[in-house]
């Protein structure tokens, strides 16, 4: 009777010290140094560039441009665009670096990895019009989250009134 229940403590001591583990402790180790500016500038923003001019047309003097991708090559640089940006929404809520209110922060990342899976579709089918439509999609979540976490931001520091 006795050794089960020291049996039965050791197992439930056992589980518990397996769970103390989740939280806070040293599980995978991330290195996050890379500043949010850069980021942004070396491996988010080419990654949607990369993906914004597979489509669209230009005007030159020739006349209307269409700038989707005409060869294998081209298309792969669009699709490796977006599955950066699919990345991309990860790599934002890695420990560290998401910025408060979190809940917020981590909706617009989760939804640029959402986003650029349906661009990165579009790009594998080789579709221009839904390649320009997804792009256009992605760009609305860059923005949303600029406007609240820069735009906003500085707004606030600037103790702007009207602004809570
Ligand atoms: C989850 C929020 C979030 C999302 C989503 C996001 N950004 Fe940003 N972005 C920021 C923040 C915050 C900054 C300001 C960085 C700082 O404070 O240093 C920034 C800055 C930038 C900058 C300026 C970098 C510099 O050198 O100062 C560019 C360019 C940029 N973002 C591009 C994009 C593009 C393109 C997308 C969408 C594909 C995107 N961002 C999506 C939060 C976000």
Same mark, same amino acid.
């Given at each position: 009777? +006795?050794?089960?229940?020291? =049996?039965?403590?050791? !197992?439930?001591? *056992?589980?518990?010290? #397996?769970?103390?583990?989740? @939280?806070? &402790?040293?599980?995978?180790?991330?290195?996050?140094?890379?500043?949010?500016?850069?980021?942004?500038?070396?491996?988010?923003?080419?990654?949607?560039?990369?993906?914004?001019?597979?489509?669209?047309?230009?005007?030159?003097?020739?006349?209307?441009?269409?700038?989707?991708?005409?060869?294998?090559?081209?298309?792969?640089?669009?699709? +490796?665009?977006?599955?950066? =940006?699919?990345?991309? !929404?990860?790599? *934002?809520?890695?420990? #560290?670096?998401?910025?408060? @209110?979190? &809940?917020?922060?981590?909706?617009?990342?989760?939804?640029?990895?959402?986003?650029?899976?349906?661009?990165?579709?579009?790009?594998?089918?080789?579709?221009?019009?839904?390649?320009?439509?997804?792009?256009?999609?992605?760009?609305?979540?860059?923005?949303?989250?600029?406007?609240?976490?820069?735009?906003?931001?500085?707004?606030?520091?600037?103790?702007?009134?009207?602004?809570?």
């Amino acid at each position: 009777m +006795n050794r089960v229940l020291v =049996l039965t403590v050791t !197992g439930l001591a *056992l589980a518990l010290a #397996g769970c103390s583990q989740l @939280p806070g &402790a040293k599980r995978v180790e991330y290195n996050t140094d890379l500043p949010m500016n850069e980021l942004m500038g070396h491996v988010i923003d080419p990654a949607a560039w990369a993906y914004w001019r597979g489509s669209g047309t230009e005007i030159t003097a020739e006349g209307e441009r269409d700038l989707s991708p005409t060869t294998e090559e081209g298309w792969l640089v669009v699709e +490796n665009g977006a599955a950066t =940006l699919i990345e991309a !929404g990860n790599l *934002l809520q890695m420990p #560290g670096r998401p910025r408060a @209110p979190e &809940a917020d922060w981590n909706r617009y990342s989760k939804q640029l990895t959402e986003r650029a899976m349906v661009a990165r579709a579009a790009a594998e089918r080789k579709d221009k019009q839904a390649v320009f439509d997804e792009g256009g999609r992605v760009y609305e979540v860059c923005q949303a989250c600029h406007k609240q976490f820069i735009i906003d931001a500085q707004e606030n520091a600037q103790g702007s009134p009207g602004k809570k």
